[in-house]
T-cell receptor, first 110, second 114 residues
Framework: QQPVQSPQAVILREGEDAVINCSSS?????VHWYRQKHGEAPVFLMI?????EQKGHEKISASFNEKKQQSSLYLTASQLSYSGTYFC???????????FGQGTILTVHP | DADVTQTPRNRITKTGKRIMLECSQT?????MYWYRQDPGLGLRLIYY???????NKGEISDGYSVSRQAQAKFSLSLESAIPNQTALYFC?????????????FGPGTRLTVT
């Protein structure tokens, strides 16, 4: 079952902050975050692992609540380049196999 | 040169035709994946392979088959294409390393079945 992302879409002005949430009905061992710009392939942003380890983009921050089976991506002081669709991918007991959410469309205006 | 390549990039085919989408990678990764993307549905896993002899079905494998010809090549076939297989298809790779690692996506193949 796909994780649920919220909101489905968000519109910001440059410099504003946004939070994108990802919620799963299954126990999670990892959460990945990717950004996809229109007409391009998804690009890796961050991995959060059970136990607290994180790997990824220096300017992106995220949290992983294992008990609530939720993750949030924090985009602060947004830039025009942040525009795109953000996907979370959740990992269970099988390493390397992800289930992606439906995506959150982020639009940043000047 | 791109690390993960997909051919063709665009394809229009007719209902009932057999079609193959190809994926090649130069990253030396063991794990390869095929996803399809539909508006509002995100990325859904079709098949994945953790090495040449290991192939597994994903969430939506019906109507698709795959072949892992070598570590670097993973092909997706539609035996008899139907219009609801019209979608954007992505291949991805990852390195098992110590467990979880990022996935690297190819540029995608836009398939239209008429």
């Amino acid at each position: 079952q796909q994780p649920v992302q919220s909101p489905q879409a968000v519109i910001l002005r440059e410099g504003e902050d946004a939070v994108i949430n990802c919620s799963s009905s299954k126990a999670l061992y990892s959460v990945h975050w990717y950004r996809q710009k229109h007409g391009e392939a998804p690009v890796f942003l961050m991995i959060l692992l059970k136990g607290g380890e994180q790997k990824g983009h220096e300017k992106i921050s995220a949290s992983f609540n294992e008990k609530k089976q939720q993750s949030s991506l924090y985009l602060t002081a947004s830039q025009l380049s942040y525009s795109g669709t953000y996907f979370c991918g959740t990992g269970g007991t099988s390493y390397g196999k992800l289930t992606f959410g439906q995506g959150t469309i982020l639009t940043v205006h000047p | 040169d791109a690390d993960v390549t997909q051919t063709p990039r665009n394809r229009i085919t007719k209902t009932g035709k057999r079609i193959m989408l190809e994926c090649s990678q130069t990253k030396g990764h063991d794990r390869m994946y095929w996803y399809r993307q539909d508006p509002g549905l995100g990325l859904r896993l079709i098949y994945y392979s953790f090495d040449v002899k290991d192939i597994n079905k994903g969430e939506i494998s019906d109507g698709y088959s795959v072949s892992r010809q070598a570590q670097a090549k993973f092909s997706l076939s539609l035996e008899s294409a139907i219009p609801n297989q019209t979608a954007l298809y992505f291949c991805a790779t990852s390195d098992p390393g110590t467990g979880e690692s990022e996935q690297y996506f190819g540029p995608g193949t836009r398939l239209t079945v008429t």
